[in-house]
């Protein structure tokens, strides 16, 4: 059960094609976003589509996988955890972030048409 404690599941699309990081020490890291989007009716009965962005962030293999495998538009399914950090910009702000450090990624096959 501890490993439901944080745990994240996301259909959506990609919104770029992922950025893709060698760290020091060989490590690889690829970074995209991923947009979920939710569609139902208002009280009117009026179609409403709401549209969320998501900072998705995978390492090692998956990292491999989304270089080789993924692009803008891709429908993915993503399970992770989510990440929040800080830091202060080069004028002194601070900023925040959340994240979601995926350690599994499935793509479906669609590809949202443009």
């Known amino acids: ?3 439901l404690r944080n745990s ?3 259909i959506g699309n ?3 094609n992922p950025e893709i990081k060698e760290i020091t020490g060989g490590k690889k890291l690829a ?3 991923l947009a979920t989007t939710e569609k139902y009716k208002d009280a009117d009965g009026n179609p409403v589509s709401e549209t969320q962005w998501h ?3 995978v390492w090692g293999r998956q990292a491999d996988f989304a270089q080789k495998y993924l692009e803008k538009g891709n429908e993915i399914v993503v399970e992770g955890k989510l990440i929040n ?3 202060t910009d080069k004028e002194g702000i601070k900023k925040y972030i959340t994240e979601i450090n995926a350690n599994e990624i499935l793509k ?3 590809k949202k048409n443009s």
């Open 8 to 10: 994240v599941r996301l």
């Open 108 to 110: 479906t096959g669609n």
């Open 85 to 87: 950090r800080n830091y």
């Open 14 to 16: 990609l919104g770029g």
């Open 1 to 3: 059960m501890n490993n």
């Open 55 to 57: 900072n998705i962030i």
């Open 31 to 33: 970074k995209f976003s």
